[in-house]
């Protein structure tokens, strides 16, 4: 998706104070080491009392403030989680929206897996295309916790950090912002979608399956049947071909020098090694970069969180563009183009 004038993002990310270092995560035996360095992480963020809709709330009212908006500014509220949200039954969007005081937004919520809080974006800039009133906020938040997930054992090639986002998106007309968005693009790889189901038959409750959620089970029944070659080579071209298109919808060629960098998905080392770091360096002539070694992979959030820290630590310069990957199971890559406001 390319937009006749860029759109303005308003990107904070929330983080507990408690952190668990890899250190720690080996004394406690709740890690080995050949998985501690194939992941790369140094320490994960734990929330122990935090709940992810108030750690999305905190985030969005950062985002509100930064921007000089008003929660009533909202008209639109998409909140992308993967994991448990504090209640069964329950509506987290309207939750959010009803904290902030955004009486005016319609709450939704976004099942996406990973790529939750990408596809918000999404949502978003699509709703203002054609009302192009007020702004929308996409929330992101995820807390793993046990007994229903081990952050370090739960899935093969990430550990999961807790964490909150908020992207608020609007037209670029004199907005308060720190980024422009000049594309958003996805691709969908859904006959993927049984390496998160395995062999396994849909049941009738949660963790009906597994005592815990147990992602592994299901991931080495799929490479038993299909061949962990046929992942990757699906995931290579759908990435390369999300890469490829984001940057001609934003108007860059390959090898444009005003690309200063590519941010990868916050997983561990070596599976972005294997996955996704070969079809980014193929379709984008750039620095690669990674954000995520002190923060794990934060669920619906890592594209979130990554725009919120480039803004924040200043990563581009007047004129530059950064691109962001991201890819959630099901399977779904999207990436992002944005550059720098003079702000």
């Known amino acids: 998706m390319r937009f006749a004038r860029p759109l303005a993002l308003t990107a904070q990310v929330w983080y507990p104070e408690g952190r668990q270092t890899v250190e720690e995560a080996l004394a406690a035996s709740d890690v080995d080491t050949r998985t501690a360095r194939d992941l790369g992480y140094t320490s994960l963020p734990v929330s122990e009392d935090v709940a992810p809709p108030d750690m999305a709330v905190r985030a969005a009212r950062t985002a509100l403030d930064r921007a000089g908006r008003s929660a009533d500014d909202v008209s639109l509220l998409a909140h992308a989680s993967v994991h448990h949200q504090g209640h069964d039954a329950w509506s987290a969007p309207h939750y959010i929206a009803n904290e902030l005081g955004a009486r005016a937004a319609v709450p939704v919520g976004l099942l996406q897996q990973c790529n939750g809080g990408a596809i918000g974006i999404e949502l ?50 004199g907005a308060a912002a720190d980024l422009l968005l000049h594309a958003i693009t996805t691709r969908a790889a859904p006959e993927l979608e049984v390496m998160h189901r395995g062999d396994d038959g849909l049941n009738g409750g949660p963790l009906e399956h597994s005592p815990m959620i147990d992602v592994r089970r299901p ?44 941010v990868l998905p916050r997983l561990g080392r070596k599976a972005m090694d294997e996955a996704y770091r070969p079809p980014l360096e193929r379709a984008a002539d750039t620095e690669i970069v990674d954000l995520g070694r002190a923060s794990g992979h934060v669920g619906a959030g890592d594209l979130n969180a990554s725009l919120a820290e480039i803004a924040a630590d200043g990563l581009l310069a007047p004129g530059e563009y950064a691109l962001v990957l991201n890819g959630g199971g099901g399977f779904t890559f999207t990436a992002v183009v944005v550059s720098r406001t003079e702000r």
């Open 124 to 173: 978003a800039a699509d709703r203002l295309a054609r009302d192009p009133s007020g702004a929308v906020l996409v929330t992101t938040a995820d807390r793993f916790l046990m007994p229903s997930w081990h952050r370090w054992l739960t899935d093969y090639g990430m550990a999961a950090g807790d964490a909150g986002t908020a992207v608020l998106v609007e037209r670029g007309d």
């Open 219 to 262: 991931k080495r029944a799929f490479i038993r049947s299909h061949g962990a070659e046929t992942f990757t080579k699906i995931a290579h071209e759908r990435i390369e071909d999300v890469v490829a298109a984001c940057q001609a919808e934003a108007g860059l060629a390959r090898g444009d020098r005003r690309l200063r960098f590519a």
